[in-house]
């Protein structure tokens, strides 16, 4: 049974600090996103890569934060320094995008805390 | 860019009757819209999606319909189960090769013993 794998889970940090959240997409999956899910405004995409190439990021804040992919089965999003208003459940996602295809599948998400 | 709205935010039905959501959309160049079920403490689960070139797509109990025109969708759920209590998030993919998402607010569907 396939299934993206967000790690960790769950984090609390103090503000300032840096946070690191890593996902492994679904194996022959050629696209990973990065969404964002506060009370506030729901659902929010940050950022996402084709084979590995950032497309999009033009909802993540260019200042503190950065996403990478590594290699095609790890993709990390990084925060520094971190603010209480960051504080939200990160999820990452992945699909295989070509022609007819466009399903997207959800990991378990990191909740973050910043304090 | 794309802007989903959603209603009702919250939806209360009996066990065994039927549930509708609805979703409007702004671009009308958007070509996919899926519909995700999210349980406490999980993530998002796709349940049924459609694209622009059909009008309706039905698995079971759920099913999706599109009216382009008109530029809304609509989430049939039919013989409601407890299991069924959740968020449902619907979202459009725009147009211009973007492939995220843009999501609703989402329904919290509550089921009635």
């Known amino acids: 049974d396939a299934r993206v794998t967000q790690t960790p889970r769950h984090k609390v940090t103090e503000m300032g600090q840096e946070v690191t959240m890593r996902c492994q997409p679904i194996?022959?999956?050629?696209?990973v996103f990065w969404y964002r899910q506060t009370m506030m405004q729901g659902l929010e995409l940050l950022a996402y890569?084709?084979?590995?190439?950032?497309?999009?990021d033009s909802g993540m804040p260019k200042d503190r934060f950065s996403a990478e992919m590594p290699d095609a089965t790890l993709a990390t999003l990084k925060i520094q320094p971190s603010e209480p208003r960051d504080s939200a459940v990160y999820f990452c996602?992945?699909?295989?995008?070509?022609?007819?295809?466009?399903?997207?599948?959800f990991g378990p998400g990191t909740r973050l805390t910043v304090l | 860019g794309e802007n989903v709205e959603q209603h009702p935010s919250t939806l209360s039905v009996q066990e065994g009757d039927s549930a509708v959501i609805k979703c409007t959309y702004s671009?009308?160049?958007?070509?996919?819209f899926p519909w995700y079920k999210q349980e406490l403490g999980k993530g998002p689960q796709l349940i049924i999606d459609i694209r622009s070139n059909v009008g309706e797509k039905k698995d079971q109990r759920i099913a999706v319909t599109l009216n382009k025109t008109a530029k809304h969708f609509s989430l049939h759920i039919t013989e409601t189960q407890p299991e069924d209590s959740a968020v449902y998030f619907c979202a459009a993919r725009g147009g211009g090769g973007a492939d995220g998402l843009t999501f609703g607010k989402g329904t919290h569907l509550i089921i009635q013993p």
């Open positions: 194996l022959g999956h050629n696209t």
């Open positions: 890569f084709r084979n590995r190439a950032p497309l999009d």
């Open positions: 996602a992945s699909g295989f995008l070509a022609g007819d295809y466009n399903e997207q599948f």
């Open positions: 671009d009308s160049a958007s070509n996919y």
